[in-house]
């Protein structure tokens, strides 16, 4: 057990404190208490949006090279600190230390790339239809962002919704999710080490009352959220009632598809990493497994063994492969999910089972479901765990008519070697993101990240797209 943490919020630029009613748990051993947290609500997040609000025009006006030195120098205090940052972001969220660790990297860079994006604000000249007459087009800071991050990447999501907002000028408001304010905290401790003046990020914890209250509050400019379909919904509902800028990122259903030619060792562990590891806990997860009649029964048995050889446990032990779920509720779903598709028909290959462990965790056994048809709710409904489901298809084409048969579409991803079928599976798979030989989750942090139908909505995050949400073009006309 190592040290229980208190937690404030940051509101201008220091530490409030609160009653410290609320907890985070370790999740790989419920008896450790990793912090204790206030409970903030709409007051606080009034105070925060006030904060925000004074400090824009100071932060807007900022050269851009102020912008680059703090987003900079908070990379390079973050990626110093990795090993300690990602060992409480494992012990908070239950990924494996090396997942931890790789992610606070990860958040790091992505503070460095957008530091170097300040510098990079892009505006045109364009010809006017008129003579004389010169047209510029400026991006401008928008005002004040409210940011609703969800558990699953508690470190690199704030990053990546912070960086690109404070870049290009804006202010924030940041609400981490319940299960893992500390990690989060962190990254803003860090931010106002390097420098960032009083107001320019402010975060407030607590639950869905505070992502309500920013979503309600008329002084914040827009929103950023990512989390589940049905919260989503509503946060797009509340902001454009308002006409307040908002962006989703949302679930996902990820189809892996593996062709008849595919060497199978390799599509074996492609799907491995795609649906198991972060405990499954990704968007971007391989869910379903569309596997063509050729090679299925080979691919399903050599998974099966990979799958059981898994190492589950405590999160912090370096021999654990895979940690357990982020929340009781977490744990649960997925063993709903795995009876749902036995109720549907479909065959457990391995897993399936209630884990017991030598100590309190929320742990859950990785489990391979084979049989399950395209329709069946194991298959068109977000489990968001260590849960895979493989259908038998006789050709690409099926192969494609199901993968693009959801509601959803993040990630998609083929394993083939014939380029035919991989170049029509770029074009035609309707997903914001498609993977050749490779896997659906784990992507690079330096491009546009976002999916398709209702996994997301609005603009794109990362890479050179976050411009397009964190900014305003004013367009100029001059005559001499
Ligand atoms: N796309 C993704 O990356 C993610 C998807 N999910 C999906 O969501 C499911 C449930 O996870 P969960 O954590 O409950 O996701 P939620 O969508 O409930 O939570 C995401 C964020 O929204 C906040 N929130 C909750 N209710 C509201 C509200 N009414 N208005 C504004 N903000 C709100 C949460 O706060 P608080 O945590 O305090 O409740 C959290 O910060 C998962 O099983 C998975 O399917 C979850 C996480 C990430
Ligand atoms: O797969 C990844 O690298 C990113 C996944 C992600 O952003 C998410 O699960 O929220």
């Not at 083939?416 to 599976?425: I, N």
Request: aromatic share 6%; net charge negative.
């Amino acid at each position: 057990m190592t040290d229980t943490l208190e937690l404030s919020h940051w509101i201008g630029g220091e530490k409030v404190g609160g009653d410290l009613s609320g907890e985070s748990l370790n999740p790989s051993d419920t008896r450790d208490v990793v912090a204790r947290t206030p409970k903030g609500g709409a007051a606080e997040v009034d105070q925060a949006v006030q904060a925000a609000r004074a400090a824009f025009p100071g932060w807007a006006d900022a050269s851009p090279e102020v912008r680059f030195d703090v987003l900079d120098r908070a990379g390079s205090l973050l990626m110093e600190r990795a090993p300690q940052i990602g060992r409480l972001l494992s012990r908070e969220e239950g990924k494996t230390l090396p997942e931890g660790i790789g992610e606070t990297m990860r958040a790091a860079r992505v503070l460095k790339y957008f530091a170097g994006e300040a510098l990079r604000v892009h505006g045109q000249n364009l010809a006017s239809t008129r003579p004389g007459v010169e047209i510029q087009t400026y991006r401008q800071p928008v005002g004040v962002f409210g940011l609703i991050t969800p558990w699953n990447f508690p470190i690199a999501i704030p990053a990546w919704k912070i960086a690109p907002a404070i870049a290009f000028g804006n202010t924030v408001v940041i609400k981490p999710a319940g299960p893992t304010p500390a990690t989060a905290e962190a990254l803003i401790a860090i931010l106002h080490e390097a420098g960032l003046p009083k107001g320019v990020v402010n975060l407030v914890i607590g639950d869905g009352d505070v992502g309500r209250a920013i979503v309600a509050h008329p002084g914040v400019d827009g929103i950023s959220f990512t989390g589940s379909q049905g919260v989503g919904a509503g946060v797009a509902e509340g902001a454009m009632k308002r006409q307040a800028r908002v962006q989703l990122e949302m679930g996902g259903k990820n189809p892996l598809i593996v062709l008849d030619d595919a060497n199978l060792e390799r599509a074996v562990n492609i799907a491995l990493d795609g649906s198991f590891f972060a405990t499954g806990q990704r968007c971007t997860a391989s869910s379903r497994l569309i596997v063509q009649d050729g090679i299925h029964d080979r691919f399903v048995a050599l998974l099966a063994e990979k799958v059981a050889a898994l190492r589950v446990g405590d999160a912090l032990d370096p021999n654990t492969q895979m940690g357990p779920a982020v929340t009781e509720a977490q744990r649960d779903v997925s063993y709903n999910y795995i009876d749902i598709a036995k109720d549907g028909g479909g065959r457990i290959v391995t897993g399936g089972e209630r884990l017991k462990f030598d100590k309190p965790g929320w742990y859950v056994q990785p489990t391979l479901i084979a049989d399950t048809l395209p329709d069946a709710r194991i298959n068109t409904e977000e489990v968001f765990g260590p849960v895979a489901s493989t259908i038998r298809v006789a050709s690409y084409e099926e192969a494609l008519a199901v993968a693009n048969g959801v509601e959803f579409g993040l990630s998609a991803g083929i394993v083939t070697q014939s380029l035919k079928y991989a170049r029509d599976f770029q074009r035609n798979a309707k997903a914001g993101m498609t993977m050749v030989n490779l896997a659906t989750a784990g992507v690079d942090y330096h491009v546009p990240f976002g999916g398709t139908k209702k996994s997301s909505y609005g603009p794109r995050e990362q890479g050179f797209a976050a411009v397009e949400f964190y900014t305003q073009i004013k367009t100029s006309y001059s005559a001499s």
